[in-house]
């Protein structure tokens, strides 16, 4: 775990700005049913008008992971209070998203509330799909007596992620109750995930799984569909 304390914790006062302060967030998978992908994607797209609405809702991603069967999307949205997350769960967002859910999914999306532990985001505002292409979404389980180690790793890897210009939005977060942890990142294209995947923060996220996590971490790559930013 020293590994991710390395000298550039003295950078902290110039990395600062570009670090988050959501502290709220949802993963919600989905699987699309096969003759539905198009339009799955084409909802993903069209929420963005609603999602804009949503003065709350800081971050909003749909995405669509690749390499994966059957064929699974996402939505992952940030908050920075948990009254305006609940307002998004009873918004108009959401309420699509299940008035469509019998026509476009197997079964209905799974809401799965996190606490946002670290991140690392990049000034927007309003719709943005150009200059956003790629991404991850890393789960993995802690150990029972290591829950608050990994918390402590993913808080002391920020100043790591910061370092990295091509990594766009980093979050770590927790789903509370579960020993369950995700780390999800977006990029501008491969080039920035693969360094990301070959950098200091993977390579110590995968050294410490042994003595941290009840198994290897569970890398998904997926495609951005969509995105809203809110600064």
Same mark, same amino acid.
């Given at each position: 775990?020293?590994?991710?304390?390395?000298?550039?914790?003295?950078?902290?006062?110039?990395?600062?700005?570009?670090?988050?302060?959501?502290?709220?967030?949802?993963?919600?998978?989905?699987?699309?049913?096969?003759?539905?992908?198009?339009?799955?994607? %084409? +909802? @993903?797209?069209? #929420?963005?008008? =609603? !999602?804009?609405? *949503?003065?709350? &809702?800081?971050? $909003?991603?749909? /995405?669509?992971?690749?390499?994966?069967?059957?064929?699974?999307?996402?939505?992952?949205?940030?908050?920075?209070?948990?009254?305006?997350?609940?307002?998004?769960?009873?918004?108009?967002?959401?309420?699509?998203?299940?008035?469509?859910?019998?026509?476009?999914?197997?079964?209905?999306?799974?809401?799965?509330?996190?606490?946002?532990?670290?991140?690392?985001?990049?000034?927007?505002?309003?719709?943005?799909?150009?200059?956003?292409?790629?991404?991850?979404?890393?789960?993995?389980?802690?150990?029972?007596?290591?829950?608050?180690?990994?918390? %402590? +790793? @993913?808080?002391? #890897?920020?100043? =790591? !992620?910061?370092? *990295?210009?091509? &990594?766009?939005? $980093?979050?770590? /977060?927790?789903?509370?109750?579960?020993?369950?942890?995700?780390?999800?990142?977006?990029?501008?294209?491969?080039?920035?995930?693969?360094?990301?995947?070959?950098?200091?923060?993977?390579?110590?996220?995968?050294?410490?799984?042994?003595?941290?996590?009840?198994?290897?971490?569970?890398?998904?790559?997926?495609?951005?569909?969509?995105?809203?930013?809110?600064?």
């Amino acid at each position: 775990m020293t590994a991710l304390f390395p000298a550039l914790l003295l950078l902290l006062h110039v990395l600062q700005p570009v670090l988050g302060d959501v502290s709220f967030a949802l993963l919600v998978p989905a699987i699309a049913k096969p003759d539905q992908i198009d339009a799955t994607q %084409d +909802f @993903l797209e069209g #929420a963005i008008p =609603l !999602v804009q609405d *949503e003065p709350g &809702t800081i971050q $909003w991603f749909g /995405v669509k992971f690749t390499d994966v069967a059957p064929p699974t999307f996402a939505i992952f949205d940030t908050f920075n209070s948990e009254a305006a997350r609940t307002a998004h769960l009873n918004g108009k967002v959401a309420a699509a998203l299940f008035a469509n859910a019998p026509t476009l999914f197997v079964a209905d999306p799974v809401i799965n509330k996190a606490n946002v532990l670290a991140s690392k985001v990049q000034d927007g505002d309003g719709s943005l799909t150009e200059g956003l292409a790629v991404g991850l979404r890393v789960n993995f389980t802690a150990k029972a007596d290591k829950v608050q180690d990994v918390r %402590d +790793f @993913l808080t002391g #890897a920020v100043p =790591l !992620v910061a370092a *990295e210009p091509d &990594t766009l939005f $980093w979050y770590a /977060v927790e789903f509370p109750g579960t020993r369950v942890f995700s780390i999800v990142d977006f990029f501008a294209g491969e080039a920035g995930r693969e360094e990301h995947l070959s950098g200091k923060v993977a390579a110590a996220l995968f050294a410490s799984a042994d003595e941290l996590l009840t198994g290897q971490p569970d890398v998904v790559k997926f495609d951005v569909i969509s995105a809203d930013i809110k600064g």
